[in-house]
């Protein structure tokens, strides 16, 4: 494939999921539990994805309630409720989830379009790297290992089953 049309190609992402994973974590406490396992902000392709993600998670680990209400407080409060397009988009998320209970599939689907994203990064900057490579080869080759080698062991070390978890199926 020429590298024009690489270069054109919207990145991997699933807008759905990502809405899903948020209207999951804003109707059941349980999914933000089980999402925080998965995911971190940096997983979600749109950027007020990510301010949400952030805000629910900064309110979970307050130990502090997480629904429509004070996730609209607290962005307003940080100046950023518009930004993640308003109290409606919030309801949006909230009204577009099918259930909860699905939440780790759509975190799933959610993560994997971040490797894939993250895949593609590395590789065009092991591309730059190899295009711009003067001297030591041996260096480039390394690094393009390294870069890759980062994506497969981020994801084998969020294979881990939390601990809660094995307790949790063991009772």
Sequence with gaps: MPQELVLEKLPPQSIEAEMAVLGSMLIDEEAIAQAI???SAEHFYKDAHRRIYACIL???NQNKAVDLITICDELKKQGILEEVEGPS???SLVN???TSANVLHYASIVREKATLRALINNSTHIISEAYAAEGN???VVD??????FEIRDHRQS???VPL???IKDSI
Excluded: G, H, Q, W
């Design 137 to 139: 080869v041996d260096e």
């Design 58 to 60: 900064s309110l979970f």
């Design 158 to 160: 969020s294979a881990i």
């Design 96 to 98: 577009t989830v099918p």
């Design 143 to 148: 690094n393009a290992e390294r870069l890759i």
């Design 89 to 91: 988009y919030l309801t």
């Design 37 to 39: 396992e998965m995911l």
């Design 164 to 166: 809660k978890e094995i």
